[in-house]
């Protein structure tokens, strides 16, 4: 009996059909606990077979992944404990951000996770370490994690954090896990902070490119930019309004886009705050891109990207103590996802090797081939 059949037979009733965006011959799992999960982590990491954690499939551009043999979706993670009182909520992996919004309008609170594109889960996000463009004023996603469940790459449950604001239990082991790209292990559960929805949001389209970098002097009201003439403005309405009438263009509600960042190429250039403004300027013609200004990152997407133009463009970003990080490309693009590895490479060595002694869960998706 070969391996992949040997666990598909102990899995049994977790295998479930081919799920969307799983690699042609893997085998798909959806744990709807926990336990499950760790049975799953118990048997993979015995046979030492790669993993892929697979929640909406919208952040899986990013690094060298190995080819995985079982496929572990979270669509089955879908708990939901709101305590609207304390501004708290318990999030299974696999709700999406935009269900989860959805339901916390009821109580005039959001979790200021991004929604775009609509696919993304809350898992997701946490584990891509995506802040979206109210980083500014909200702070990061890492800072917005109470706790989590995390089943390790051996089948180990570990939670950590709480679900309370004020948490003095212990070293804060979630924070390692934000950003990780699930290279710990599989995110189940997330204790998120809340915050009272904000009054007023409005996008601005229309708006002269040049008129839009000067409104970014404004950091009060003005969250994010794009190459095509639209703003993103928040804030207490009367705020809103006056930057709607500085801006011209027309004022929709909400932050809404008119046409996201669905190239086929798509990177991440992050620098300084400060810097921000000379990043959108490195920016090649005929891009797209979206600039969050007070947070230093320009998102940028091409049809097809020239090499040279994007080694010139990370040369830049490290020489200013920032990276450029490729998001999604096609395989036969020749350019470095990752760049020059950090000095923190063999820490993160060994962190990883701490939560997954095997090396078999997400493979691949950090700096340095981690």
């Not at 212990?170 to 929805?197: C, E, H, M, N, Q």
């Not at 300084?272 to 007070?294: C, I, T």
Request: net charge neutral.
């Amino acid at each position: 009996m070969t391996s992949i059949a040997a666990v598909r037979k102990r899995l049994g009733s977790l295998v479930v059909a081919p799920v969307p965006g799983a690699p042609a011959g893997a085998l798909s799992v959806a744990p709807a606990s926990e336990q499950e999960a760790a049975r799953i982590m118990e048997v993979a990491s015995e046979y030492r077979l790669p993993v892929l954690v697979l929640g909406g499939g919208t952040h899986q551009g990013y690094g060298a992944p190995v080819d995985p043999v079982i496929v572990v979706s979270t669509h089955n993670l879908q708990t939901l404990e709101w305590r609207p009182d304390d501004l708290t909520a318990t999030v299974g992996a696999g709700v999406g951000v935009a269900d989860l919004e959805q339901r916390l309008v009821e109580g005039g609170q959001t979790a200021v996770l991004p929604e775009d594109p609509g696919e993304a889960t809350v898992g997701g996000v946490v584990a891509a370490g995506i802040s979206g463009y109210r980083r500014l004023r909200y702070g990061p996603t890492r800072d917005r994690v109470l706790g989590m469940t995390l089943v390790t790459g051996d089948g180990r449950i570990v939670r950590a954090g709480g679900t309370v604001v004020k948490n003095v239990s212990g070293y804060d082991l979630s924070r390692l896990a934000v950003g990780s790209f699930g290279r710990l292990g599989i995110i189940t559960a997330i204790s998120l902070k809340l915050w009272p929805r904000p009054q007023s949001i409005a996008t601005v389209v229309g708006v002269l490119p040049e008129k839009a970098l000067e409104a970014t002097y404004r950091p009060l009201a003005v969250l994010e930019v794009d190459g095509q003439g639209s703003v993103v403005v928040g804030g207490h309405p009367a705020m809103v309004q006056a930057e709607v009438d500085v801006l011209g263009g027309e004022s929709l509600p909400g932050a809404v886009w008119p046409a996201p960042l669905q190239s086929p190429f798509r990177c991440a250039l992050r620098v300084p705050a400060r810097l921000v403004r000379q990043a959108v300027e490195h920016v090649p013609p005929g891009w797209s891109y979206r600039a969050a200004f007070g947070v230093g990152e320009v998102r940028m997407g091409a049809e097809d990207p020239d090499v040279a133009a994007l080694s010139k463009i990370r040369e830049w970003a490290e020489s200013v103590g920032g990276r450029l990080v490729v998001e999604a490309a096609s395989d036969d693009l020749a350019f470095d996802p990752w760049g020059t590895a950090p000095s923190t490479v063999g820490i993160q060595r060994r962190l990883v090797a701490a939560f997954d002694p095997a090396g078999i869960v997400n493979p691949g998706r950090l700096p340095g081939g981690i």
